[in-house]
C-alpha cells in the first residue's frame, strides 16, 4: 500500500490497489476541483506530484490530472492553492470499523453449523429371508439409529427408492430436513454411496430492485461463489407500489412470479457453474425479501398488503419444495423463507436484525434501512420495536430533477468548496456525469449547507452573486456540473425543489425514529448502536448524512455499516436451524408500529423538515460546526 | 314373500324377489333335472303347479319350465318322479347368518364417526388496523380455539387463501387433515361459507380382477352411491405376476399405474354422478388392494416384490395429494392406503381384518380370502399371524378345461342325482352354458364326490356305465352339459386333470391353514371362528367346499361370511381414524410366516391331495355323510 501526502494541508493517506489520486482525496477530505466526475475531460483536477512516481495524464499548462493519476510508490502531492482543506479530512472512517464488528459477531454466532437439511452416509444391510422388510423400513431403521427417531418420508422418495438403495448395494446418503412445524425430520431425498460431502444451499436476498445471492457449502458454512443481478420485476414497475399494481392486471400476479423465479433460477446456474458444482447437490434455497417481494415469488395476492388495514397473506411461510416453484436443486430440495411482521416490514428486516444480533445483546440499537420504503427497528435482548417508513424515492434519486440510480455515470460523491464554491465531484465508473444518485444527493446537500449556499429552512442564499448558484426555470439552483463537462451536455442542477424533496425523505426517517422510540418510552440520545443496514448504508458517508439530519447526531463510534444483512441472514438461517428459530422469534417479539397512527408523529415530521433539524440541540456536533464555521 | 312347497319332498322354501321356481328348488336342495342352466332352451325342467298363482312358460306335453316360472302367489310345485330329493335341503343357509353378525359388529365399531378430515365453520372477525394480522394468522388463531393447537398449512393453501376469507366476509370452512405421521392437524383446504355439511369421502378396493368403490358422507357415515368396474389392468396380464412382467417394459409401470388411476377416477365420477353430488366435496380417498396393487396404483417399483427375498418398497405408505394422482376431488383432497405386512400380504387383508374385529375379541379366528393368491390369518385379540398361499388359478376357472371367470354364461351352482347322475345346472344371467366358474366347479366336484362318480383319490368310477361318464382325448371325464344345451354347441365336460388341478388348489389352502397354526402352535380343531372373505367366499356353498376339504370341517355355525371386507376396511378407515390406527396396529402386529420355508408344509400338502383328505377323521362329517350314504 502506498502513501499519499496532500500538501499544503499535511494530509496523508493510504491510497487503496488502483485508486487514483482524486479519489484518494476524496475520501481523505482533500478538495480538487473536478467538475467531469473523473472522465479525464474536463481538465480541472490539475494537481503537481513533487516525490514518488506516478501512472497518469499529465496536462500542457503542467501538472497532472488527479483523475488519471495512480501511484507506483509512496506520493507526495500538491494542490493548487485555488483548492481548500476540509475538516472532513480528519474523520475517521466508520465503515471499517463497522465490518470487523460485524465479521467478529458473525463469526461468533457462525461457530455451530447445524443446517436444516442434514446428510448422512448409511451402510444398510441388503435384504435376505431373514430380514426382507420393506425398503423403506429399511432406509427407516437405519435413520432411526442416527436420529433416535422414524423420519417421515413423502411418497415421491418412493419411486426412486428401490432403484438408488440396489445402485451400490444398499450404501446410500439420506437428506434429512428438519420441517419447521414438524416434531419428526422428513427425508427429502437419497442418493446412491456416499454423497455427504456435497452439501449445498443458496441464499438469495429478493430486494425490489437487485437479487443478491451466495452458493453455500453446509459442511464448511463457506461461501463457494456469489453473484446478483436486478429484479426483472423492475421492467413492470419501479417500485412496490406499482409492482402491486400490475399484479392486478390479467395474469400480472403470474407473469411478476415466474419472471423473479425465472431469474432466481439463472443465479443458481450461475452460482455452480462459477463453483463448478451441480445444481442437483443443493438442498435448501433460503430466500429472504420484503413482504411484497415474497408474496409476488410465491405467487401470493399482494393487493391487501397496502390496502388498509394493510393485511399479508402470510407472515411465516411454509417451507416449499424447489421444484413447485420452478427452482433447481436436488431431488426433494426445500425452499425456505425468512418470516415477515407486517406488511411493510418484512423479511429482509426480520432476516438483517437476526445477522446483526442485537436482538441478544443488551445495547440499546437503532437498526436502520434506508430506501423509499425505509424500516426502522429499535431494541435489544428485551424487547424489539420496529416501524416501515415512507420515506419516498428521494434516496433512489427519484423526484429528485437529476436524480438517478446508483449506475455508471451517477455522480456518488461531490464536496464543494467553502470558499470558491467549486465542486469536486466522482461518478460512479468515472464516467461523464449523466445524474446524481442517493449518496451523491447526500453529499451534495451536506456541503450545500455547511458551505453556507443553502441555509438551515432548505433555501439558496439569495444575496449571493456566483456564476452557480441561479435562478432557473424551476426556481432557484445550484449548478453542480456544466453542460460542456456533462454526458448530455445539458447543466446538472440541483433545485430547491429537489432539497425539499430531500428534506422530506430525511424528516420522514427521522421523525420515524423518534416516534418508534417515543412509542416504547425512550428518545434518541439513549440510543447506544445505531446499525445501517441496505446497500444504500453501505455507500452513505455519516458524517453527511448526519449533516442534514438523517442520522441521529450521536457519537460516531455508535455507528457500525452492516452491508446486505438481508442476505446475511438468509445464509444463517441456512446455515443453522438456531438461526433459523431465532427469525421466528424475532418476527414473533417484534411489535410493529404504525408511525401514521402516532399522535406525535406529524409534529416529529415538520420539526425534521429543517437543517439539520428544528431543534439545533438534537445535533451539538453539527451546531458546533456551524458555529465554529462563523 | 311368497312360499313354495316342493312335492313329493315336502320341502318348503321362501320365494325371493323375482327368482324363479328353479333357482328356489336349488337353493333348498330339490333336484330337478336343468341341462341347459336355465336358458329355457333344454325343455328338462318340467315341473307342475298343484296350488297357486305363476307366471312362466307352459310345455306342451303339460307342465311348465321350472327355469322360467315365477311364483304370484304361494305354490305347491310337483317335482316329475324322475328326480329325486337330495340331503342338502335340511341344511341351513349360513350366509344370511354371517351377514347379520358382521352389520351388527359393524354398527357396534361404526358409531364413533371421526374422519381423518374434519370441517370446520368458523366467522372470523374481518382484520382492520386494530387487528391487522395475516390472512393465514387469523386463520390458524380461529383453528386454534377450536382444536387447542395451531394447524399446519402448505403453500397451496395460500394462493387461494386471500380471495376465499373475503368471498363471504371471513365466514370460511376449513378441512382439517390427520396426518398419520405428524403430531399436528394440516390444513387442506378452506371453502367461502358454511360447507361443513358436504363432506365426503370414497373407499376404493384395488382388485387385481376388480376396482370396488363407495361414496360416503362423513357426517352420517351413509353410504351414497356404490360402483365397481374391472381392472382395466387385465388388459396387460391377468394375474399379478403377468402384471409385474409387463411392468419391466418400457413405460410399463408408468401405463399400468395411468390405466388403474384414470379408471378410478372415472368411478369417482360416476359415484358422485350417481348421488347427485360434486367430486369437490370430497377431502379423502381411502385404497385398499394387494401390495402389487398397491405398488402399481403408485408407481412404485414392483419387480422386488416377486424376486427372492420378496421385498416390497413400502409397507406403510405416506398419505398422497389426490391431484398429485390425477384423482379428482376437493383441493388438498389427500389419498390414503391401507398398510400391507409383506410381498404377497397386502392392504386388503389388513383392511379386511380391520373390519372383521376379530383382533379386539377372544375368539381363535381363521380369517380366509380363498383365490389364486390366497391369504389367511390366524389369531385373535393376542396375536395375529399371517400366510400367503399360491392355490393357482383354479378356482377362477383357470387351468379347467372348460373353466371360466364368473360372467354369464357361466355355470355357478350344480345338483347331480345320485341315482339317474343326472345334473342341475344354473348358469349366471339364466343363459344357455359356456362354461363353469369357481363357485360351479367346487358344487360340481362335491357332487361328483358324494355321488361316487369319483372316488377319494379323484378317479372317475372306472365300472360305471354310465353315457356321461367316458373316456374322452384327455382321459375319463363327466359330461356336465352335451353339446346340444351348450352355448357353443360342444359338451360340458370335467376332467381327470381338471379335479387334479383343483385337488392341488385346495390342497394348497388346507395345507396352508393347518401350517400356519402348526407354526404357532395351534391345529385346525381348535379354530373357534372361520370369516371367509373375498367375492369368492360370498359364493361358495359351505357344505360343498368342506366336502371337498377346502375349508375345514368344523361346527357350520363358526363360518362367517364377510363379503368384500378390504372395501368395508378401507370405509371404516375414511370414517374414523381410530380404524385407521387399527389398520397400522393390525400391520404391525401381523406375523408374516413363509409358507414354503416350514418343514411340514409339503406333507401337509400331499396329504391334502385326497377328498376330502387323507386323514378321514378331519373331516367328521362327510365320513359320517360318506358311511351314510353307503
Ligand atoms: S479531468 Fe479529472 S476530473 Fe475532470
Ligand atoms: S329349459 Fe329350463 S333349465 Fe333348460
Known amino acids: ?308 388495514p394493510y393485511v399479508p397473506v402470510a407472515a411465516f411461510y411454509p417451507p416449499v419444495p424447489a421444484a413447485e416453484l420452478g427452482l433447481p436443486g436436488a431431488s426433494g430440495a426445500v425452499v425456505e423463507f425468512a418470516p415477515c411482521v407486517a406488511s411493510y416490514v418484512g423479511g429482509d428486516i426480520v432476516a438483517g436484525v437476526v445477522a446483526a444480533g442485537f436482538f441478544e445483546e443488551d445495547p440499546l440499537t437503532l437498526f436502520i434501512d434506508i430506501g423509499t420504503n425505509g424500516e426502522i427497528v429499535v431494541g435489544n435482548k428485551d424487547f424489539l420495536a420496529c416501524a416501515a417508513c415512507s420515506a419516498g424515492p428521494a434516496f433512489e434519486g427519484g423526484g429528485i430533477k437529476y436524480g438517478m440510480r446508483a449506475t455508471v455515470g451517477a455522480i456518488e460523491a461531490v464536496h464543494i468548496d467553502y470558499e470558491t464554491f467549486e465542486p469536486m465531484i466522482l461518478t460512479i465508473g468515472g464516467k461523464k456525469p449523466k445524474g446524481i444518485c442517493g449518496s451523491g444527493i447526500i453529499a451534495l446537500m451536506a456541503n450545500l449547507f455547511l458551505s453556507g449556499l443553502v441555509d438551515r429552512s432548505g433555501k439558496y442564499r439569495r444575496d449571493l452573486d456566483h456564476p452557480r448558484l441561479r435562478e432557473g426555470r424551476d426556481g432557484w439552483e445550484y449548478v453542480l456540473v456544466w453542460g460542456e463537462d456533462s454526458a448530455s451536455g445539458e447543466d446538472i442542477v440541483f433545485t430547491e425543489a429537489d432539497i425539499d424533496n430531500l428534506m422530506r425523505a430525511k424528516g420522514a426517517m427521522f421523525a420515524g425514529y423518534q416516534t418508534l422510540l417515543e412509542s416504547v418510552g425512550l428518545s434518541v440520545e439513549m440510543v447506544e448502536r445505531v446499525i445501517l443496514a441496505g446497500n444504500f448504508g453501505s455507500y452513505l458517508d455519516l458524517e453527511q448524512a448526519i449533516t442534514i439530519g438523517l442520522l441521529p447526531d450521536l457519537p460516531r463510534d455508535r455507528f457500525y455499516f452492516i452491508g446486505n444483512s438481508s442476505l446475511r441472514g438468509a445464509r444463517l438461517s441456512a446455515l443453522s436451524i438456531k438461526a433459523r428459530e431465532k427469525m421466528v422469534a424475532v418476527a414473533r417479539m417484534m411489535t410493529h408500529f404504525e408511525l401514521s397512527a402516532h399522535p406525535g408523529y406529524m409534529d416529529y415530521y415538520m420539526s425534521a423538515l429543517f437543517l439539520p433539524h428544528t431543534n439545533l440541540d438534537l445535533f451539538p456536533s453539527v451546531k458546533e460546526r456551524l458555529e465554529g464555521g462563523k
Chains 1, 2 share one sequence.
Open 1 to 308: 500500500m502506498t502513501k499519499i501526502r496532500f500538501l499544503p494541508f499535511e494530509v496523508t493517506v493510504e491510497a487503496r490497489e488502483g485508486e487514483t489520486v482524486l479519489h484518494a482525496a476524496m475520501r481523505a477530505g482533500v478538495h480538487i476541483n473536478a467538475s467531469c466526475g473523473g472522465a479525464g475531460v474536463c481538465n480541472k483536477c490539475r494537481v503537481f506530484v513533487e516525490e514518488g512516481q506516478v501512472i497518469g495524464e499529465s496536462l500542457p499548462e503542467g501538472g497532472y490530472k488527479a483523475c488519471t493519476l495512480i501511484p507506483e510508490t509512496d506520493l507526495v502531492i500538491r494542490v493548487p492553492v485555488e483548492s481548500h482543506l476540509d475538516r472532513r479530512a480528519l474523520l475517521r472512517a466508520p465503515k471499517r470499523l463497522a465490518s470487523s464488528w460485524i465479521e467478529a459477531a458473525e463469526r461468533a454466532r457462525a461457530v455451530d453449523i447445524e443446517p436444516a437439511v442434514r446428510k448422512f452416509f448409511l451402510e444398510l444391510p441388503p435384504p435376505d429371508l431373514s430380514d426382507n422388510i420393506p425398503d423403506l423400513r429399511r432406509l427407516k431403521r437405519g435413520l432411526k439409529e442416527i436420529l433416535g427417531q422414524e423420519p417421515e418420508a413423502e411418497w415421491s422418495l418412493l419411486k426412486r427408492l428401490p432403484y438408488v438403495l440396489r445402485e451400490k448395494d444398499f450404501k446410500v446418503t439420506a437428506s434429512l430436513y428438519d420441517h419447521p412445524e414438524r416434531r419428526i425430520p422428513v427425508i427429502l431425498n437419497i442418493e446412491a454411496g456416499d454423497t455427504a460431502q456435497n452439501h449445498l444451499a443458496v441464499a438469495v436476498d429478493i430486494g425490489t430492485t437487485t437479487l443478491c445471492a451466495e452458493l453455500i457449502d453446509l459442511n464448511s458454512g463457506q461461501i463457494l461463489a456469489e453473484t446478483s443481478d436486478y429484479n426483472p420485476q423492475i421492467s413492470y414497475g419501479e417500485d412496490v407500489i406499482s409492482r402491486i399494481e400490475f399484479a392486478r392486471r390479467e395474469k400480472g400476479l403470474e407473469i411478476l412470479s415466474q419472471k423473479v423465479r425465472e431469474r432466481i433460477s439463472g443465479l443458481i446456474e450461475e452460482l455452480c457453474h462459477k463453483a463448478g458444482v451441480e445444481t442437483s447437490k443443493i438442498s435448501l434455497v433460503s430466500l429472504a425479501g420484503n413482504s411484497v417481494m415474497t408474496h409476488l415469488f410465491l405467487g401470493l395476492e399482494p393487493r391487501f398488503l397496502r390496502e388498509d
